[in-house]
């Protein structure tokens, strides 16, 4: 597994990092046993940054995550913690909170569940309207200064609020969806990042599974899933983008790999300093995402993916921010 570096100041992390949002809700039925298993399984295949929230599943991914890195050298491993989304009993999401007092807090309940005494890169996961970026990440600067918290990253926030905050104290990385249906990132976050060296951790980069190449139109959809209120799933809009994955199939044979592995592969043909993020929650799709990052894209091969799935094909769009708070987080 290569690595790849986030932001000028680093940390060197894999070129693919797990995301482990799924392992908690928000896809269907959990298997907390398989979930371990794809966590071991992701370190054996050295990728080793990992991706979760204190809010996935209020607390229950911290928890899995804890067990399955157990016994485990803390130095083998990144881990990139979110904070700041307010839930109430039963998951709903109920709010923000990025006030320097509450991030302190977050962070101690993080570290208990997680059983480490700090994590590598802590990250507000969505603006808080009331608290200027500024407090927040100085906030977080402290954590830095005081050893808990060794890089700060952020989270879907737009190009001023990325510079903001990287006055008050170097970002690593903004995690933002990115994938070939979701581009809006290159209109002035991308260049915003590349101008600052900053790094992207890029999730959605199969659009919660659309561009995985094993979905299809009769799929069932349980109520609250990720995908019951992802306008890109919906009737009308589905068959038009199961369409566009057709294409991108065709691509995806030439070349000798499967469709989830040529989208992972062309988000991180977007820049050396690009991370995607893999939602797998098995064993098995880890199994097909990993060897993404050996997939080569020539000139020749970016060419034809861009005419399979041109800029802004896709049908039905949805704010990441919307998505958030549709979101049952239990
Ligand atoms: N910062 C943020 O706002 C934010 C938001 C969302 C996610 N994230 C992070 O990004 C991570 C990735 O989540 P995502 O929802 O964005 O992931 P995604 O890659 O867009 O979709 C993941 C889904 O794709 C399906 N899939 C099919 N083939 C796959 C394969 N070979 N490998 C992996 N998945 C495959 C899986 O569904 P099945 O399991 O049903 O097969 C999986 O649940 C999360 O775990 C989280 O850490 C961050």
Redesign the pocket.
Known sequence: MDTRILGAAGPAVSALGL????MSG???PLDRAESIATVRAALEARVTLI???DFYGSGHNELLLAEALRGLERGSYHLSV?FGMLTAPGGAYTGIDGRPEAVKNFLAHSLSRLGTDYVDVYRL??LDPRVPIEDTVGAIKELVEAGYVRHIGL??VDADTVRRAHAVHPISDL???Y?LLSRTAEAEILPTLRELGIGMTA???????L????WDAGRAIAPGE?RSFDPRFADGNIEHNLALVTALRAVAEDKGC?V?QLAIAWVAAQGAAIVP??????RE??A??VPAIDVKLTDDDLARIEQAVPFGASRGSLQ?SEA?SQLDLA
């Open positions: 995301g482990a949002m799924g928000g896809y269907g991706d979760t929230a979110k996961a969505r989270s879907e995690q933002i969806e994938s999730y959605g980069v199969l659009s919660r599974g561009l995985s190449g094993h990720w499967t989830a993020l893999i939602g797998a929650r098995t799709r880890l097909e995402a990441a958030l």
